[in-house]
């Protein structure tokens, strides 16, 4: 259900064209989720972390929007949690899952 929900959340924000900081769903079923891979953000003494909102450089302002609407809109949760994020072929964070 939760990749269901995030192919409707995908879809939504890429009518708005606010598309370029998710990984695309490509197929979602009942059984599987299929996404392009991407590279995990590096660990922090081997765990995951949250990223800091206001201060943290690597989030843009454009993708501090979308999250903001992600979670305001669709009721996202666990948005800032680093194993969430990806890093594109430019080196910029994309939100995963």
Same mark, same amino acid.
Not at 49 to 68: G, M, S, W
Not at 74 to 92: E, I, P, R, V
């Given at each position: ?32 989720? !299929?996404?392009?891979? &991407?590279?995990?953000?590096? #660990?922090?003494?081997?765990?995951? %972390?949250? $990223? ?17 609407? !992600?979670?305001?809109? &669709?009721?996202?949760?666990? #948005?800032?949690?680093?194993?969430? %994020?990806? $890093? ?10």
């Amino acid at each position: 259900m939760q990749s269901i929900k995030e192919k409707e959340i995908y879809k939504e924000l890429n009518r708005k064209g606010k598309t370029q900081f998710l990984v695309p769903v490509l197929h979602t079923d009942e059984k599987l989720s !299929i996404q392009p891979f &991407y590279e995990p953000l590096p #660990l922090k003494r081997d765990e995951t %972390y949250n $990223l800091e909102l206001e201060t943290d450089n690597c989030l843009t302002n454009e993708l501090r929007e979308v999250i903001e609407e !992600i979670d305001k809109k &669709y009721d996202g949760f666990d #948005l800032l949690d680093s194993g969430n %994020y990806g $890093l594109n072929q430019d080196g910029n964070l994309i939100l995963i899952d």
